[in-house]
């Protein structure tokens, strides 16, 4: 099992930025992907950013330029640094994990809530 635990969301006005931080424990010498998925109220879930080892970060066009997705080679922390935010990005984020097995490890999520 992974354990994920995610800090720094919040509420801060638009055109400013926060950084979300994940800590990982467990089993964590099987990730191979670590990342950021989020919910918007009344939307499914969508990935925001993720890192597969050796490779670089793939974002979503909505995010591109404004974040920023940084992991440690031990898979012990996962973080985005989010800028220039934007209503749109009102969201609960989730710190998001997959082993080599393919199984799926997911945070609690935390809340970042931009105002206009």
């Known amino acids: 099992q992974v354990q994920l635990v995610e800090s720094g969301g919040g509420l801060v006005q638009a055109g400013g930025s926060l950084k979300l931080s994940c800590a990982a424990s467990g089993r964590i010498a099987e990730i191979t992907t670590m990342g950021w998925y989020r919910q918007a109220p009344g939307k499914q879930r969508d990935l925001v950013a993720h890192?597969?080892?050796?490779?670089?970060?793939d974002y979503a066009s909505s995010v591109k330029g404004r974040f920023t997705l940084s992991r440690d080679s031990a898979n012990k922390w996962v973080v985005l640094q989010m800028n220039s935010l934007k209503p749109d990005d009102t969201a609960v984020y989730y710190c998001y994990a997959q082993t080599v097995y393919a199984k799926d490890f997911w945070g609690k999520g935390t809340l970042v809530t931009v105002s206009s």
């Open positions: 890192i597969t080892s050796g490779t670089t970060a």
